[in-house]
């Protein structure tokens, strides 16, 4: 079936360090949004790309959709503990409407 | 925004006995719901899409007559673990779509741990 590559599985960073996870598809994506699932619980929607190029911010995260439209990225300027979490991309490949098929996520810890 | 609830939060049961999850939208209305199973330390993966008024759409290698999927109404999903084994211990999360377009955001519930014995 469909899948969607997530690198890497764990980042280990100190706080005040940068991180950066990837997400790639071999096939053109339609969209592809951003979860974080904090330590015991469930997946919060952070954001949706759509467009080819497309870079948008959240405070510390920045989120880019790639021009084929086949890899995104999450990077986070200067980490902070709150950052801790299991980052999760998730893509709609289309059939039933709206079910997302995830990456396998990138845990990110950071060490005070 | 947009609330999704589930219950119960966590069940611990004995092999063998069936599991009721129930799943609803509290502020809006889901014609679909989306049922994901997580197990530890690996990603969610869609077991099942409920359709209200309708039959529900499986995963591939998700037994239907093991894991039913009941959309009574537009507000509620209810997921029944049957004959359950330990096994089938997970975490199970719900979600619903934004109700602009079904691709949109999409709400989850908080879960529910599950622990066959």
């Known amino acids: 079936g469909q899948q969607v590559m997530q690198i890497p599985q764990y980042q280990h960073v100190q706080e005040g360090e940068d991180f950066t996870t990837y997400c790639n598809s071999s096939t053109t994506l339609s969209n592809i949004q951003w979860y974080k699932q904090r330590p015991g619980g469930h997946p919060v929607f952070l954001i949706q790309?759509?467009?080819?190029?497309e870079v948008k911010k959240q405070k510390r995260l920045t989120f880019q959709f790639g021009e084929a439209k086949k890899n995104s990225s999450l990077h986070i300027t200067a980490t902070q503990t709150t950052d801790v979490g299991t980052y999760f991309c998730a893509v709609n490949y289309g059939g039933s409407q709206g079910n997302l098929i995830f990456g396998k996520g990138t845990k990110l810890s950071v060490k005070p | 925004g947009a609330v999704v609830s589930q219950h119960p939060s966590w069940v611990i049961c004995k092999s063998g006995t069936s599991v009721k999850i129930e799943c609803r939208s509290l502020d809006f209305q889901a014609t679909t719901m989306f049922w994901y199973r997580q197990f530890p330390k690996q990603s969610l993966m869609l077991m099942a899409t409920?359709?209200?008024?309708?039959?529900?759409?499986?995963e591939q290698g998700v037994e239907k007559d093991k894991f039913l999927i009941n959309h009574a109404s537009l507000t509620l999903s209810t997921l029944t673990v049957t004959s359950a084994h330990p096994e089938d211990s997970s975490f199970y999360i719900c979600?619903?779509?934004?109700?602009?377009?079904?691709?949109?955001?999409?709400?989850f519930g908080p879960g529910t741990r599950l622990t066959v014995l």
């Open positions: 790309l759509v467009k080819s190029g």
């Open positions: 409920s359709n209200e008024g309708s039959k529900a759409t499986y």
């Open positions: 979600s619903a779509p934004g109700e602009i377009r079904a691709t949109d955001t999409q709400y």
